[in-house]
Nanobody, 123 residues
Framework: VQLVESGGGSVQAGGSVRLSCAAS????????MGWFRQAPGTEREGVAA???????NYADSAKGRFTISQDKVKNTLYLQMNGLKPEDTARYYCAATEAYGGSWQERLGDLGFWGQGTQVTVS
């Protein structure tokens, strides 16, 4: 599975950004996709995930502001981020996993395929 993120950039606080992740390869077995982020000097954080049946999960920091969605026809994952704050500044990574069992953070973070990331800077 290959994942390519796009849509990052610089935005003012309170603004919005939509990230995209194009998936290719052997994606028929993917059960869950999601977004992580990591800022310099911090630990990687799971932001949101969407299961194959459409169920979504969000980190507390993302609830009410971010929305994860997917277009299965286009094989693309999205993360709509509204009300951005400076603390949202990070490199955002798309992840996909064929694993089941355990938390979405574990399945994606430890057992998933990853993209190269896209930078989001909020000032």
């Amino acid at each position: 599975v290959q994942l390519v993120e796009s849509g990052g950039g610089s935005v003012q606080a309170g603004g919005s950004v939509r990230l995209s992740c194009a998936a290719s390869g052997d994606i028929d077995m993917v059960l869950c996709m999601g977004w992580f982020r990591q800022a310099p000097g911090t630990e990687r954080e799971g932001v949101a995930a969407i299961e194959d049946d459409g169920r979504t999960n969000y980190a507390d920091s993302a609830k009410g502001r971010f929305t994860i969605s997917q277009d299965k026809v286009k094989n693309t994952l999205y993360l709509q981020m509204n009300g951005l704050k400076p603390e949202d500044t990070a490199r955002y990574y798309c992840a996909a996993t064929e694993a089941y069992g355990g938390s979405w953070q574990e399945r994606l973070g430890d057992l998933g395929f990853w993209g190269q990331g896209t930078q989001v800077t909020v000032s």
